[in-house]
Nanobody, 119 residues
Framework: QVQLVESGGGLVQPGGSLRLSCAAS????????MGWYRQAPGKQREFVAA???????TYPDSAKGRFTISRDNAKNTVYLQMNSLQPEDTAVYYC?????????????WGQGTQVTVSS
């Protein structure tokens, strides 16, 4: 019902920046939450940032001050601006969209985009 396509990942040096994009399509009218998560090899998927339809933004401590989530409603796109990247940020980054009032019935994931931070 909802399709999410991430883009913008790549290889950057420590201290560098990337902007990830997540384009949503389909039956998106009921979506009230969009977020970014990441998963490094051998590790559990980790929350990175989220924004609600009301504009509430949430970050974990690992992202606060470095990452910024934003959205362009006209383009049905959410962005993640990542600055001061560190090797520990290396992971596959996934876009998530959900209706928080509808449980798992409306919870969608993109295919992921690889972010590698290395010198």
């Amino acid at each position: 019902q909802v399709q999410l396509v991430e883009s913008g990942g790549g290889l950057v040096q420590p201290g560098g920046s990337l902007r990830l994009s997540c384009a949503a399509s389909g039956s998106i009218f009921s979506i009230n939450y969009m977020g970014w998560y990441r998963q490094a090899p051998g590790k559990q998927r980790e929350f990175v940032a989220a924004i609600t339809s009301g504009g509430t933004i949430t970050y974990p401590d690992s992202a606060k001050g470095r990452f910024t989530i934003s959205r362009d409603n006209a383009k049905n796109t959410v962005y993640l601006q990542m600055n001061s990247l560190q090797p520990e940020d290396t992971a596959v980054y996934y876009c998530n969209a959900r209706n928080t009032r509808a449980g798992e019935g409306e919870n969608y994931w993109g295919q992921g985009t690889q972010v590698t931070v290395s010198s």
